[in-house]
């Protein structure tokens, strides 16, 4: 598959390198690769009809950010900035297919120009998709919590052992932590004691971004400390990580409708004369608070602020409540033995991630890793992750814009 976008039926554009501008014409089954002003300008025609037949190639680009709710991580100046440019570009083409000159180097400097818009366009599109790619890159907060599943004793050992990995993992990313207490629980197993639940809050810069890859169903496979016969157990322990956020809502004063009044009840002449009272009005959500709690109007639009962003709040937190929920149901599944995301197998020596098959996804010394002696490798592991995760959502978006295009180009 090509790493391109196609702006036609028959032209594709490489934005893998965008310092290196390429472009391929496809000819029955040869694949002719040019560089050259000259060659570029030859195949011009294609590209300004695949921009004229399509300009609103942002519509589909951000049709894609918002079904896959990134459009917030992308810039609104990046956004208009390429908007600008395409329709620079455009003006700029408009006036090389009217011009009835016969001045070459009017219309070569045009071309120039044209073909240049068309190289900083490609390489907007690669800002935009970097931007896009790192959702939410500024929470810097989560909740993780682990959960014995199925197993039960042997699940909970596990889940313990778990714990105390991670609780290293923190400490080498130089991350901070607090244990909620009250959700901690023990059962007794015998002369010692395993968790069964554990929620902390883990603070420290990417700390969200990369634990997230941690959130699903964890599967071991060994002989439990309390199996008389020898016989190798499968158990399972479900992590999840939800983001922490602070000031969910941002107050606009352009989104505020703020009116005066004067204030009933009593309270004397100033209550009747004066417009003491305020009462501001969210447009965005309709959402309407008064304030007349004291005799002046600067104080009563201070209380009638924090009223608002409280109200805005708390509907945002809510919300968000619910998205995490379905989050955290969506990560820990049922953590059923076949519902993995990484398997602990004692007996092999190994350790494998079931999300990088093809990408070296195996990992020995397991006994080194549960002890927290190759943090740097279960780093590389997660990062590794984030990388693929990045690559996945380039893909989805390069096919959107190859089915987008290849259908308006055949209309």
């Not at 890159?137 to 909740?143: P, R």
């Not at 703020?258 to 009593?266: L, R």
């Not at 002449?269 to 304030?291: A, K, Y």
Request: charged share 25%.
């Amino acid at each position: 598959m090509f790493n391109v976008f196609r702006f036609s039926s028959n032209v594709f554009i490489n934005i893998a390198k965008p310092n290196k501008f390429k472009l391929w014409k496809i000819n029955g089954r040869k694949t002719v690769q040019t560089q050259s002003v000259e060659q570029l300008n030859e195949n011009g025609k294609l590209i300004r009809k695949s921009f004229y037949k399509e300009p609103a190639f942002y519509r589909y680009f951000n049709q894609f950010l918002v079904e896959n709710n990134l459009i917030k991580y992308v810039s609104d100046e990046l956004k208009f900035h390429y908007q600008h440019k395409l329709d620079e570009f455009l003006e700029i083409d408009g006036i090389i297919a009217e011009e009835n000159t016969n001045d070459d180097g009017f219309i070569a400097l045009a071309r120039s120009e044209s073909l240049s818009l068309i190289e900083q366009l490609i390489q907007l599109q690669d800002q935009i998709l970097n931007q896009a790619c790192v959702d939410d890159h500024d929470i810097n907060e989560c909740s993780f919590e682990i959960r014995a599943g199925v197993g039960g004793k042997e699940a909970s050992l596990f889940a313990q052992e778990l714990y105390s990995l991670y609780l290293k993992f923190i400490t080498f990313n130089g991350w901070q932590i607090r244990t909620n207490q009250e959700d901690f629980e023990q059962i007794e197993l015998d002369d010692s004691s395993s968790l069964f639940t554990q929620t902390i809050e883990i603070n420290g810069n990417g700390c969200y971004p990369l634990l997230r890859h941690e959130a699903g169903v964890h599967r071991v496979q060994r002989v439990p400390q309390t199996e008389k016969y020898g016989r190798i157990h499968t158990s399972t322990v479900s992590i999840a990580v939800i983001p922490v956020r602070h000031n969910l809502v941002t107050v606009k004063e352009s989104d505020l409708k703020i009116e005066m009044k004067t204030s009933s009840g009593p309270g004397g002449q100033n209550v009747n004369r004066n417009l003491t009272c305020v009462r501001i009005t969210h447009l965005p959500t309709g959402h309407t608070v008064e304030s007349q709690e004291t005799r002046f109007q600067y104080l009563n639009k201070e209380i009638a602020l924090r009223k608002l962003k409280t109200l805005l709040n708390q509907i945002e937190y809510e919300r968000l409540e619910r998205e995490a929920r379905q989050r955290k149901r969506s990560q820990v599944g049922i953590a059923a033995r076949s519902d993995k995301i990484r398997t602990y197998n004692f007996p092999q020596n190994r350790i494998t991630d079931h999300r990088l098959i093809g990408h070296n996804n195996n990992l020995h010394n397991i006994d080194g890793y549960m002890n927290g002696n190759e943090c740097d490798k279960m780093r590389q592991i997660i990062d590794q992750l984030e990388l693929l995760r990045h690559e996945e959502l380039r893909r989805q978006l390069r096919d959107m814009l190859e089915k987008n295009f290849v259908k308006s180009s055949l209309l």
